[in-house]
Nanobody, 123 residues
Framework: QVQLVESGGGLVQPGGSLRLSCAASGSIFSIDGMGWYRQPPGKQRELVATITQGGNTDYADSVKGRFTISRDTANNTVYLQMNSLKPEDTAIYYC?????????????????WGQGMQVTVSS
């Protein structure tokens, strides 16, 4: 069974930093891409950042220059370094990944999601 395990969330003051981690485990044959999404209180889930196998990255306009996404290919782990945090960054953060795995007797590529972590930016 493929699982995504998240860590690193918590409470931080405005201007502070946090580093989120997400490790994929299970019968994984390939990971095509990984990313981070977030859901602020009372709002819909939104894209934060993505990274491809080749290392290409993409960011939401609201986090450009403050957040950095990276990955450790050998350990199937994606990171989100968050600097200069603002109260509007408060949200539940989810990692996701496009993973190739054997399901039954078939090889399939599908999207997997972490369970979410609370990040609160407040004085």
């Amino acid at each position: 069974q493929v699982q995504l395990v998240e860590s690193g969330g918590g409470l931080v003051q405005p201007g502070g930093s946090l580093r989120l981690s997400c490790a994929a485990s299970g019968s994984i044959f390939s990971i095509d891409g990984m990313g981070w999404y977030r859901q602020p209180p009372g709002k819909q889930r939104e894209l934060v950042a993505t990274i491809t196998q080749g290392g290409n990255t993409d960011y939401a306009d609201s986090v450009k220059g403050r957040f950095t996404i990276s990955r450790d290919t050998a350990n199937n782990t994606v990171y989100l370094q968050m600097n200069s945090l603002k109260p509007e960054d408060t949200a539940i953060y989810y990692c996701n990944a496009e993973i190739g795995a054997e399901i039954g007797q078939l090889f399939q590529v599908r999207t997997y999601w972490g369970q979410g972590m609370q990040v609160t930016v407040s004085s």
